[in-house]
């Protein structure tokens, strides 16, 4: 007998709760320990070496001949520095390693107990001790190396000769890759971005951006070695092993060419205790990255390989919403106004219920009434859903409610939203629609969020009285357990009224880092109860 929707809902969500990315321990080791020495001139450097300059400490992207003086320069987080024949990139000011940083080194993990800089030479820590000196940095042993070490260059390692192009991946379920977040499309020839159609019209925040908002590929690699080729801007890109995401955030640098991530699995200890990268080992592997990002191909050795990371279901679930379904409000490094949508609630929601694909079909600015300066929902997203179905068949969509219609009215902002739930159920009949309230941060007004919040409430009992049993509410500001949002603090500015204070983002009020997993995990329980409700 056939899986019935329900079934396979609680199937996945249980599958995720026994361990997903947003919940599993995040692996360690991927920074390996490295000397520091001051910056010298007309010098040798190669990839991977740090040096200090000015108080501040570079790596290493590009290998080359430093220039006759001078040396790199400046602090901004993804800026390459041409010094001669040698790129680098920034990468701290004072201080290299930090308390409570991580390194790598001989498959150990050594945390920094007292931070500092490391010794101008040496080989680092060793041993299983505690109070290991090494420069002005003190380490302790924390435990085996369980990440890939990650290492960043703007050269292809040309001893890894088997190379996998992406655009041979463009049809699902094809070629090496499994992407998510929109819909495969090659890019410049070689290059493949992840769109959602009408992501960025006219007026939108994202006009001319190569992918969705979060985007992925995934491959099944049996072997020591993976060398990641992305195009870059400025945006931060996220590894995922086995399930789990590594320790390390890398900002791309801004050359606007490729730059290879390798992750290297030589020292790995598995979970049992044995070293799995001394031989050829299996391990599902995943990049993660923001807009601006496209991939190349990937690369192993030539007695390794990659194949399709096959999953047993497949489908699209997608996310309607304004710039809070986008990511807004996420950032890396935190504290920043750098979007990190890796980060969004939409992205950490897709692992906590364990779906297999997430599409943020989102503009901010825009709501069931409010236009902003593009389309209200119902203007866009009939196209975008219609595109993302003849890739990757819609398995299920959810609405978020937003606090841009709160100048509208009762009755106008009902008729938008029950046109909405109209036209996709004509489209979608069987589809579950899962109907999301809003809370506000702009205004900290939530009399005006449980506007909105009623005003949609009263469209889905609409929809459900024309028979439609397969759509669900999930209020914000009503939700029986409290409302998700609270106070009128931010993290720039806590007063201890709510939870805002960690949850707010108040350098452009919207949900922070923080927030944001706040809210997958509030969606995700009130997706428990709805999928338990399901056939």
């Excluded at 150990?108 to 820590?125: D, K, V």
Aim: net charge negative; aromatic share 8%.
């Amino acid at each position: 007998m056939a899986e019935t929707t329900g079934t396979k809902l609680r199937r996945l969500l249980s599958a995720a709760d026994s361990g997903n990315a947003a919940t599993r321990p995040i692996l360690l080791g991927s920074l390996a320990w490295t000397a520091a020495a001051a910056w010298a001139a007309s010098t040798a450097y190669s990839i991977g070496n740090i040096v200090s300059n000015g108080g501040n400490f570079y790596l290493c992207l590009g290998s080359g001949t430093s220039a006759s003086s001078g040396g790199p320069g400046g602090a901004i987080i993804g800026n390459r520095i041409t010094d001669n024949s040698v790129y680098w990139v920034f990468i701290a000011s004072t201080t290299l390693y930090p308390a409570g940083t991580i390194v790598s080194n001989g498959g150990n993990c050594y945390i920094a107990r007292i931070g500092g800089n490391p010794a101008t030479s040496g080989t680092g820590p060793t041993g299983r001790g505690t109070g290991i000196t090494d420069g002005s940095v003190t380490w302790d042993y924390c435990g085996p190396q369980t990440a890939p070490v990650l290492t960043r260059s703007l050269t292809h390692n040309s001893a890894l000769t088997n190379q996998y192009q992406a655009t041979n991946s463009l049809a699902d379920n094809t070629g090496i890759f499994r992407f998510r977040g929109g819909v495969p499309t090659s890019k410049f020839g070689r290059f493949v971005g992840t769109p959602v159609v009408n992501i960025a019209p006219a007026g939108g925040n994202f006009a001319g951006t190569q992918n969705a908002l979060y985007s992925s590929a995934e491959t099944t690699l049996e072997g020591t070695k993976i060398e990641w080729d992305l195009n870059t801007v400025t945006t931060p890109v996220h590894h995922i092993v086995d399930g789990a995401y590594i320790d390390q955030v890398v900002m791309l640098c801004n050359n606007g060419g490729d730059e290879f991530h390798t992750l290297d699995f030589t020292n790995v200890i598995s979970q049992s205790g044995a070293l799995t990268g001394a031989g050829r080992s299996r391990h599902k592997v995943r990049v993660e990255w923001s807009p601006g990002t496209i991939l190349c191909q990937a690369a192993v050795a030539p007695i390794d390989k990659l194949s399709y990371p096959s999953a047993q279901d497949n489908f699209a679930t997608c996310i309607i919403g304004d710039s809070w379904s986008q990511g807004t409000g996420t950032c890396w490094p935190p504290a920043t106004a750098n979007n990190d949508f890796v980060q969004a609630y939409a992205a950490q929601f897709m692992h906590r219920a364990g779906l297999p694909d997430i599409n943020q079909v989102a503009i901010g600015g825009t709501g069931y009434t409010n236009p902003g300066a593009s389309s209200t929902y119902i203007s866009h997203i009939m196209t975008d859903l219609a595109a993302i179905n003849a890739w990757r068949p819609i398995g299920m969509i959810i609405f978020q409610g937003s606090t841009n219609d709160e100048n509208s009215t009762a009755s106008a902002a009902q008729a938008a939203a029950f046109a909405c739930f109209q036209a996709v159920r004509g489209v979608y009949p069987t589809v579950p629609i899962i109907v999301l309230g809003c809370n506000d941060l702009e205004t900290l007004t939530p009399t005006a969020s449980a506007s909105v919040e009623s005003w949609v409430s009263a469209a889905v009992a609409q929809q459900k009285a024309t028979g439609d049993n397969n759509i669900y509410w999930v209020p914000m500001v009503g939700d029986p357990n409290g409302a998700w949002f609270t106070g009128s603090g931010s993290d720039q500015a806590p007063n201890g009224t709510g939870n805002n204070d960690v949850d707010c983002n108040g350098l452009i009020a919207h949900p922070s880092n923080n927030g944001h997993a706040m809210i997958a995990m509030r969606l995700a329980n009130a997706y428990r109860t709805v999928v338990a409700s399901m056939a």
